[in-house]
């Protein structure tokens, strides 16, 4: 056989063994009590889902519907990830701004098929690779790396996008407790307030308007406010609006006027926000000495001395 063909052969080898290795892990955690008991929840979540289809929004025309149907499918028979895992992948996309009941088993799919190319990638270039190419044990070992690596990376996108998202909110909020203040003082109550406010904020922060028309639905179709209040707390995750709920939730439970408290929250916020803008801004002259040295200062050098350089060249060559 050619060095090409052996080269190949190898590489398939270790794809094999890959597969072979998730399916010993894939029976092992499906097989016993435990195994049995995690398949009986994720059959009776499949069916929960099936029944609720219609309220998923996603319909079961299009290509894109089929293809998200089928990684969730795929996403819930996978039985690498416990319900602790799930739990708390479903709290990072309810962050995000992925609400729908597809959304976990969606990224364990596209967490697992990630891992899967990274490893067939790694396998195929892994005999390129200069010195260490040659070994096989090597690259099977970077094969397993680049598995786990794949994996993580649509973690990691998923955290990227929930903290810009929150970093968006906590600009706008500030904005949002002064309308919350001059809803609550024309006399609104609390649901209509933040209806209200959310309705403003549509065009600005369509982020944290989204939060706020949920929990005023909360709000007027729950009994329970309180636990409505620190749904929100959970959703946007930022200590400012954590104060914001323990205000209102103070308010709530001892009767005292929920305006004063709102003005006195707008005020720290709005305080703390330009607090936070001057310390960013005092922060840009450091950081900008770096680039200015390696980009601006090399081209005034040039502009200042290349004349003399240039003159001190052609006397030379002159004698």
């Not at 001395?305 to 060559?317: E, N, R, S, T």
Request: glycine share 6%.
């Amino acid at each position: 056989m050619s060095p090409s063909n052996i080269e190949a052969l190898i590489n398939l080898l270790m794809l094999l063994a890959l597969f072979a290795g998730l399916a010993i892990w894939w029976a092992t955690q499906r097989g016993g009590r435990r195994g049995r008991i995690a398949e009986r929840a994720r059959e009776a979540a499949l069916d929960h889902r099936a029944q609720a289809s219609p309220e998923d929004g996603v319909e079961d025309s299009g290509v894109r519907s089929r293809t998200l149907r089928r990684l969730a499918k795929l996403g819930d028979r996978i039985p690498l990830f416990d319900a602790k895992y799930r739990l708390k992948l479903q709290r990072d996309m309810i962050r995000s701004g992925y609400r729908n009941s597809l959304a976990v088993s969606i990224l364990l799919a596209v967490k697992f098929c990630t891992g899967l190319v990274c490893a067939a990638v790694t396998v195929m270039l892994g005999s390129h690779i200069p010195v260490i190419g040659a070994y096989p044990l090597i690259r099977g070992m970077a094969m397993m790396g680049a598995f786990v690596i794949g994996m993580i990376i649509p973690e990691y996108v998923v955290a990227f996008r929930a903290a810009r998202r929150r970093n968006a909110m906590a600009g706008c909020l500030p904005d949002a407790l002064d309308l919350l203040v001059i809803c609550t003082n024309a006399g609104n109550s609390l649901p209509v307030s933040i209806r209200r406010v959310a309705e403003e904020l549509a065009t600005i922060c369509p982020p944290l308007s989204k939060e706020f028309s949920l929990t005023a639905d909360e709000l007027k179709l729950s009994g329970d406010s309180i636990r409505a209040l620190q749904g929100l707390a959970e959703r946007v995750d930022l200590p400012s609006v954590r104060a914001l709920i323990s205000t209102l939730t103070q308010s709530m439970r001892y009767g005292t006027p929920i305006t004063h408290a709102l003005r006195i929250l707008s005020r720290t916020e709005r305080v703390a926000h330009i607090v936070s803008l001057e310390e960013k801004a005092a922060k840009l002259a450091p950081k900008i000495v770096l680039p200015m040295m390696l980009f601006i200062l090399p081209a005034i050098v040039a502009i200042a001395g290349g004349p003399a350089v240039i003159q001190l060249l052609q006397f030379i060559a002159a004698r």
